[in-house]
C-alpha cells in the first residue's frame, strides 16, 4: 500500500512539474540559449492551489473561446474514460484469448502474422492511415463509419476505441505469445501433459496461472501505451476528450487538471482490469 | 518446399532495406534533383500546362511530384531523411548506452531500493512524447536558436527523458540472468561485481540488447512523428500567418509529414510521399529487428511440451567450433559482401556523378556570361526556324 501512495506522489509531482514547463521555459534572444526562469514558479503554484482550494478548476481556450474547465470536465472526463476502458479491457482480453487459450489453432497464426505486419507501423501512422481510409470508404460506398463532429455519440465513439485499443493489443499479444511458449517448456506442464491431462484444462490451470504475473506486472506499461495513444487519437479524430485541456494551452491550470484526469482514469482501467481477472479466476480456476 | 519456408525473410528482407536507407542518408543530399530554394514556376511543355501542385510520376523531372508551392518533394525527402535517421541513431545510443549502465548496476544490486521501482513505475505511466512536448512547444515554434541547436535539444532531451524505461527493461533482465546457476559458481569462485556484470550477465544480454536497439531508434522515429502531428518539429517549426501554415525547418521526413497533415482534404499525395517514406524507413528496422529475434529465438529456445501456434519455422543456426574463419564461405557472407560492394560502388558512381554539368535548369535561363562561355566551348548551339515573315527594310521576307 505504501508502495502505491509514494508512486501517486511522485506521479503528482511530475504532472505539476510537467504542467509547469511552458511557463517555465524560455529562449533567451541576446545569448541564443535556454533560460529556465524558476523565479515566478513560487507565484504560479501558489494560484494554482489557491484557485483550487476556492474550488475553480480554471479555463481553458478552446479554437477561439475560452471556457470554464469545470462546466466540461465531466462530460470529456466519461468520454476518454469509456474510450479507455473498453479498449484497455477489449485489448487484454483479446491478448489473453489468442494468446493462451487458443494458441494452437490456425487461426492464431493469422491473427498473429497481421499483428505482426501491423506492428511493424508506428502506431500514429496507422491512426493516420486508417481515418483516411474511413474517408475513402465513405468516399466510394455513401456508407459513413465514423463521424469526426464531436457530438456524433456512437459513430464518434467506436473507432478511438478500436484504435486505444490497438498498440496494448499488439504489445501484450506479442509478450503473452512469448511467455506462452517458453512455458510450454516447462517441467511441471511436462508432467501435466505426461499425466493425460487435456490441453484445455492444462491452459486453465497450468499455464495461464504462471502467466497471469507477468501480465500483471506489464499492466502500467499496456495502460500508458493506452493512454500515449489517446493523445494523439482524440487530437487527430477530434474527440471531445480530457486531451482537449491539455493542448492549445500554455496555463498550469487545464494541464495540471488534464493530467490529473489522465491518472485518475489510468487508475480505474487499472481497477477494472483487475476486476476482470478476478472474476476470471473465481469462474474458471481453482485457487 | 521446406527449405523455403525456412528462410528468415524479415532478416534479409530488413538489412537490405536498412542499407538502402543509409545509403540514401549519406549520399541523398548529393542525389537530389534540385536544391531546396528552387520551385516550379508554371509553364507551357509540349502544349500542357506545368503547375505546382504536381502529381508524383506525372514529370520525370520532378519524380514524386511538388508540394503547392513546387518545391520538389524527393528532393525535400533526400535532404530530409539524414535528420531523421541520424537524430534517432543518436537518440537511441546515448539512451542504450546510459540505460544499460544504470539497468546492469541496479540489476546486480542485492535489494532494490522501493524509490526506484515507484519512479519507474511514475515514469512509465507519462507519456514520453507528452514531457517532450511540453518541453519543445515554447522553444521550438518560430525560434530564434539555430536548427542545430534546437536539434541537440532534441537530442539531449529525448535520450534523457528515455533512458529510465530503458534502464528498467535491461535492470529486469538482469536481475533474471542474474539467478541462474553459473553467476552463482563464478561467485563462489571470487568473481567480483564488475567482472560478473561484464564477462557473464552481459554477454548473455547482448543479443536481446541488440534488439532492443533497433527497436528503439522506430521507437523514437515514432515519437517525432507524435511530435510533428502536433506542429513541433525536430530541427526547428516555422509558423506563418494568414492562413497559418506551420514548416519543418530542417525537412526531416516526420516534419514533412506533419507539415502536408492539412493535405488530407486535397492533393493527398503531398501528404502521401513522405508518409510512405517514413513508412519505409520504420518498416525496415522493424523488419530487422524482427528477423533477428526470430534468428535469436530459434538458435536459444526450449521447445515446449505443448502445441503453441508461435513455433519459430526457421532452421537454428549452430556454432561450429574450429572453423570459425573467414576463409569459410558461406552464402550469408557472399550476400553482405555483394551488398557493402553495391553500397560502395553505388556510394561512388552518385560521387563521381555529383558534379556533372547540369545544363540549364528547366524553366531557368543562363545569364550572359555564362551563355557566352559556353558557346564558346561549343557545349550550346542552336539552330532558328523561322516561318513567319519579318518585315525587313520595306520588304517581307521569310
Known amino acids: 500500500m505504501w508502495r502505491v501512495v509514494q508512486q501517486i506522489i511522485i506521479i503528482l509531482l511530475l504532472i505539476i512539474f510537467l504542467a509547469s514547463l511552458p511557463m517555465m521555459i524560455m529562449v533567451d534572444p541576446d545569448s541564443q540559449s535556454i533560460k529556465l526562469d524558476v523565479q515566478q514558479l513560487p507565484e504560479v503554484y501558489g494560484q494554482f492551489f489557491t484557485n483550487l482550494m476556492e474550488g475553480s478548476l480554471g479555463t481553458y481556450q478552446l479554437g477561439y473561446q475560452e471556457r470554464s474547465i469545470a462546466q466540461d470536465i465531466s462530460d470529456n472526463f466519461f468520454t476518454s474514460l469509456s474510450i479507455m476502458l473498453i479498449g484497455v479491457n477489449a485489448a487484454i482480453v483479446t491478448s489473453i484469448v489468442f494468446g493462451i487459450f487458443i494458441s494452437r489453432f490456425k487461426i492464431t497464426r493469422v491473427f498473429g502474422v497481421i499483428l505482426n505486419i501491423l506492428a511493424t507501423i508506428p502506431d500514429f501512422i496507422i491512426i493516420l492511415l486508417s481515418m483516411i481510409l474511413a474517408v475513402n470508404f465513405y468516399k466510394m460506398t455513401g456508407i459513413r463509419i465514423i463521424s469526426m463532429r464531436p457530438e456524433a455519440g456512437a459513430l464518434n465513439l467506436w473507432f478511438p476505441i478500436i484504435l486505444a485499443g490497438f498498440a496494448p493489443t499488439v504489445y501484450l499479444f506479442k509478450l503473452i505469445a512469448v511467455k506462452y511458449y517458453q512455458t510450454g517448456g516447462e517441467d511441471y506442464i511436462r508432467t501435466a501433459v505426461a499425466k493425460g491431462m487435456k490441453l484445455n484444462y492444462i491452459n486453465f ?47 498550469i491550470q487545464p494541464i495540471a487538471v488534464g493530467l490529473i484526469c489522465m491518472l485518475i482514469i489510468s487508475l480505474l482501467v487499472f481497477l477494472s482490469v483487475k ?10 480456476i481453482y485457487e | 518446399m521446406n527449405k523455403l519456408k525456412s528462410i528468415n525473410y524479415s532478416y534479409y528482407l530488413g538489412i537490405f532495406l536498412v542499407t538502402f536507407i543509409l545509403f540514401l542518408c549519406i549520399f541523398g543530399p548529393i542525389m537530389a ?129 528515455s533512458i529510465p524505461s530503458v534502464a528498467s527493461s535491461v535492470r529486469l533482465k538482469t536481475i533474471e540472468v542474474n539467478k541462474s546457476i553459473y553467476i552463482e559458481a563464478a561467485k563462489t569462485l571470487g568473481a567480483k561485481r564488475n567482472r560478473l556484470i561484464w564477462k557473464h550477465i552481459f554477454p548473455q544480454l547482448k543479443e536481446s540488447l541488440l534488439v532492443m536497439f533497433i527497436l528503439e531508434v522506430v521507437y523514437v522515429i515514432t515519437i517525432m512523428g507524435q511530435l510533428a502531428l502536433m506542429n513541433i518539429f525536430v530541427g526547428g517549426t516555422i509558423m506563418r500567418f494568414d492562413p497559418t501554415i506551420y514548416l519543418s525547418v530542417t525537412k526531416e521526413l516526420a516534419g514533412l509529414v506533419g507539415q502536408a497533415q492539412g493535405n488530407i482534404y486535397g492533393n493527398v499525395h503531398i501528404l502521401y510521399v513522405p508518409l510512405a517514406v517514413l513508412l519505409l524507413t520504420t518498416i525496415s528496422f522493424s523488419l530487422l529487428a524482427n528477423g533477428l529475434k526470430n534468428k535469436f529465438q530459434s538458435d536459444y529456445q526450449r521447445t515446449p511440451w505443448i502445441k503453441t501456434g508461435h513455433d519459430p519455422r ?31 560502388a553505388g556510394g561512388a558512381y552518385v560521387y563521381m556523378k555529383k558534379d556533372a554539368d547540369p545544363g540549364v535548369e528547366q524553366g531557368k535561363q543562363l545569364n550572359g556570361e555564362a551563355m557566352a562561355e559556353r558557346f564558346e566551348k561549343e557545349e550550346l548551339s542552336y539552330t532558328v526556324h523561322i516561318g513567319e515573315k519579318n518585315l525587313v527594310g520595306d520588304e517581307w521576307v521569310s
Not at chain 2, 518545391?71 to 541513431?89: E, K
Not at chain 2, 515507484?118 to 525560434?143: D, G, Q, R, T
Not at chain 2, 543456426?317 to 557493402?340: A, E, H, M, P
Open chain 2, 314 to 344: 526457421i532452421m537454428p543456426t549452430r556454432k561450429r567450433y574450429g572453423s570459425q574463419s573467414w576463409k569459410n564461405v558461406t552464402l550469408n557472407k557472399i550476400v553482405f559482401g555483394i551488398l557493402i560492394l553495391l553500397f560502395a
Open chain 1, 275 to 284: 476486476l476482470v481477472f478476478f472474476l476470471f479466476k473465481r469462474g474458471f
Open chain 1, 205 to 251: 490451470q497450468h499455464v495461464f496461472k504462471n502467466i497471469e504475473p507477468f501480465i500483471a506486472a506489464e499492466l502500467i506499461k499496456v495502460i500508458s501505451l493506452g493512454i500515449g495513444n489517446l493523445f494523439i487519437i482524440e487530437y487527430i479524430l477530434n474527440v471531445p476528450g480530457i486531451t482537449k485541456f491539455i493542448f492549445q494551452s500554455a496555463e
Open chain 2, 33 to 161: 534533383p534540385h536544391s531546396l530554394n528552387v520551385t516550379l514556376e508554371t509553364q507551357y511543355q509540349d502544349g500542357k500546362v506545368l503547375a505546382p501542385p504536381l502529381e508524383p510520376f506525372e514529370n520525370k523531372d520532378y519524380l514524386l511530384g511538388t508540394d503547392r508551392w513546387g518545391y520538389d518533394l524527393l528532393s525535400m525527402i533526400l535532404f530530409g531523411i539524414r535528420y531523421t535517421v541520424f537524430i534517432a541513431l543518436a537518440v537511441t545510443v546515448i539512451k542504450m548506452a546510459g540505460g544499460t549502465l544504470i539497468g546492469l548496476y541496479a540489476g546486480t544490486m542485492k535489494k532494490t531500493p522501493s524509490m526506484i521501482t515507484a519512479f519507474e513505475k511514475a515514469w512509465s505511466y507519462i507519456p514520453l512524447f507528452l514531457i517532450l512536448y511540453f518541453f519543445l512547444m515554447p522553444i521550438s515554434v518560430n525560434s530564434v536558436l539555430g536548427s542545430d541547436t534546437l536539434v541537440a535539444y532534441f537530442i539531449i532531451i529525448a535520450s534523457i527523458i
